[in-house]
């Protein structure tokens, strides 16, 4: 089977902080996963190598099967727009732009054509069509995560990272955004990868890697 990511080796150290070493692993096409750990362990910084955000100072990261941790900045960029799709807890939405607009605004970045009838159907399914034209600002926190989700799918991609997206809320939004993560990732057929100290979610997710404490 096809893998959306591995990881062999990998090691990141920022600027004077203690090297985070990551265990080896390896996520294949179509599954889903969950990044389990406490606070500082190096979730998010997972996620962010796994996007090629960042690039490790040891060790390889595959995505969709071609090694991203060696590429350039710009070569990182690309692979990005055209097979992630990001959903951070803090939404990012551009406040000038409508709803669509904001949608649009992924297609466009990711250099596909702006297509407004997937950006319809989307909200549509996502049961949130009456949101098209309304403004970020004017959104309760849930609808506008539900709308980071939906701005993450836009573009069709292979691999979802959300970092922390039912942290802050309660069991039952935090149930229904899970299962409007892994329903919509379905419907697209991309992995979803989920880091979290959330463990409500366990349950749901067939792959669990549970990172170490950072060292005191
Ligand atoms: N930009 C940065 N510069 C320096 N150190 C950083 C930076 N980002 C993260 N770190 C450090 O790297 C370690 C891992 O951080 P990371 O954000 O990946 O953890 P996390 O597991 O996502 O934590 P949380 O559950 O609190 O979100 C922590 O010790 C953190 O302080
Ligand atoms: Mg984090």
């Given at each position: 089977m096809s893998e959306i990511l591995a990881f062999h080796g990998v090691q990141k150290q920022y600027p004077d902080r203690p090297v985070i070493r990551f265990p080896d692993w390896r996520l294949a096409a179509g599954n889903h996963g969950l990044v389990l750990g406490p606070s500082g362990c190096g979730k998010s910084t997972l996620l962010a190598l796994a996007g090629g955000l960042l690039t490790p100072e040891r060790g390889t990261i595959d995505l969709n099967g071609e090694t991203?941790?060696?590429?350039?900045e710009g070569e990182r960029d690309r692979r990005r727009a055209r097979l992630v799709g990001l959903v951070f807890q803090t939404l990012h939405l551009v406040?000038?732009?409508?709803i669509a607009n904001n949608l649009a605004l992924a297609q466009y970045t990711a250099g596909q054509p702006i297509d407004r009838q997937r950006i319809r159907h989307l909200l549509a399914a996502m049961g949130l069509?009456?949101?098209?034209?309304?403004?970020?600002?004017?959104?309760s926190q849930g609808q506008a995560q539900r709308i980071a989700i939906a701005r993450a799918l836009v573009t069709r991609p292979k691999l979802i990272l959300a970092d922390?997206?039912?942290?802050?809320?309660?069991d039952a939004s935090a149930k229904r955004t899970a299962s409007l993560l892994l329903e919509q990732a379905g419907t697209c057929g991309a992995s979803l990868l989920i880091a979290t100290?959330?463990?409500?979610?366990?349950?749901?997710?067939p792959t669990v890697l549970e990172l170490e404490p950072e060292p005191a």
């Open positions: 991203i941790s060696g590429l350039t406040s000038a732009l409508s069509e009456s949101m098209t034209n309304r403004m970020p600002e004017t959104l922390e997206p039912t942290s802050a809320l309660d100290h959330d463990h409500r979610l366990r349950g749901i997710f």
